[in-house]
């Protein structure tokens, strides 16, 4: 487990994670949304690395997608921003989010290289299994960066064996079947799946998806190591384009009420 992960879930309480689209809706506002949510106390902070076709996000994720692509972000634009991340926080552990064509575009130990040289902690990469994910691991693992494995309501007792090889950092629980942002979670199944996952390994368990405000992040942080919201966030981003103090003053509002929830 990479230092900063290691040293956040070593405190008892629950953790909040926040995931925001990189660039979006371009660069410099993207890194003052982070720089909000981090100064309301946010424990982990999952940045989106934008990609053309991101097929396990709903619309909201899939049109910042398309406005960080449109203002010209690329890869190393996302990494340039977890650097001034790290000028400003160097302890808040910092994950990026996306998919496997992007990295192999770039090289995989080219960007594990640059990765640790930002100062990036995890990766979640979307549609990268753990039977193919073997160089990204060996390269990540050497970088002391933590790839982080993806669990959904579907996986049975051997492909969660399968998936816990070399798993590290946390675990990343998919609440619902399907995309983000469409279904909210099913409480009383996500214990039950979360229990059961528990009974075969030490990791902390993070749930994602369908985690909307603070209501689902007071309830699912009862049993959940940490919750992760999202989409939530991408959508005040999206219906304040035209007013980015607006955006701004209410992603502050929303984070803080957020943070409230896993406290209580």
């Given at each position: 487990?990479?230092?900063?992960?290691?040293?956040?879930?070593?405190?008892?309480?629950?953790?909040?994670?926040?995931?925001?689209?990189?660039?979006?809706?371009?660069?410099?506002?993207?890194?003052?949304?982070?720089?909000?949510?981090?100064?309301?106390?946010?424990?982990?902070?999952?940045?989106g690395m934008p990609f053309s076709d991101p097929m396990a996000d709903g619309p909201t994720i899939q049109e910042s997608s398309v406005r960080s692509i449109a203002?010209?972000?690329?890869?190393?634009?996302?990494?340039?921003?977890?650097?001034?991340?790290?000028?400003?926080?160097?302890?808040?552990?910092?994950?990026?989010?996306?998919?496997?064509?992007?990295?192999?575009?770039?090289?995989?130990?080219?960007?594990?290289?640059?990765?640790?040289?930002?100062?990036?902690?995890?990766?979640?990469?979307?549609?990268?299994?753990?039977?193919?994910?073997?160089?990204?691991?060996?390269?990540?693992?050497?970088?002391?960066?933590?790839?982080?494995?993806?669990?959904?309501?579907?996986?049975?007792?051997?492909?969660?064996?399968?998936?816990?090889?070399?798993?590290?950092?946390?675990?990343?629980?998919?609440?619902?079947?399907?995309?983000?942002?469409?279904?909210?979670?099913?409480?009383?199944?996500?214990?039950?799946?979360?229990?059961?996952?528990?009974?075969?390994?030490?990791?902390?368990?993070?749930?994602?998806?369908?985690?909307?405000?603070?209501?689902d992040v007071e309830q699912i942080s009862i049993f959940a190591d940490g919750v992760v919201v999202g989409s939530s966030i991408v959508n005040i981003i999206k219906?304040?384009?035209?007013?980015?103090?607006?955006?701004?003053?209410?992603?502050?509002?929303?984070?803080?009420?957020?943070?409230?929830?896993?406290?209580?």
């Amino acid at each position: 487990m990479s230092y900063r992960i290691r040293k956040t879930f070593e405190k008892k309480e629950k953790k909040l994670v926040t995931f925001t689209t990189g660039g979006d809706p371009d660069l410099d506002t993207s890194l003052k949304i982070l720089n909000t949510i981090m100064n309301n106390g946010i424990d982990i902070i999952e940045i989106g690395m934008p990609f053309s076709d991101p097929m396990a996000d709903g619309p909201t994720i899939q049109e910042s997608s398309v406005r960080s692509i449109a203002s010209g972000t690329k890869i190393n634009d996302i990494l340039e921003i977890v650097n001034k991340v790290r000028k400003i926080n160097n302890e808040i552990p910092i994950i990026l989010m996306g998919y496997y064509n992007s990295i192999f575009n770039m090289g995989v130990k080219s960007f594990a290289s640059k990765c640790a040289d930002a100062g990036v902690d995890g990766l979640i990469i979307v549609d990268l299994q753990p039977e193919e994910d073997s160089e990204l691991y060996k390269e990540a693992k050497e970088k002391n960066i933590d790839l982080i494995r993806l669990i959904t309501p579907t996986t049975d007792e051997e492909r969660l064996k399968t998936i816990l090889h070399n798993a590290s950092g946390f675990l990343y629980y998919v609440t619902v079947t399907g995309i983000t942002g469409q279904n909210s979670a099913n409480v009383e199944h996500l214990k039950k799946s979360i229990m059961t996952i528990r009974s075969s390994t030490e990791l902390p368990i993070v749930a994602g998806f369908g985690i909307k405000n603070r209501r689902d992040v007071e309830q699912i942080s009862i049993f959940a190591d940490g919750v992760v919201v999202g989409s939530s966030i991408v959508n005040i981003i999206k219906n304040n384009l035209n007013n980015k103090n607006k955006m701004i003053t209410e992603i502050d509002k929303f984070t803080k009420d957020l943070k409230k929830g896993v406290k209580e």
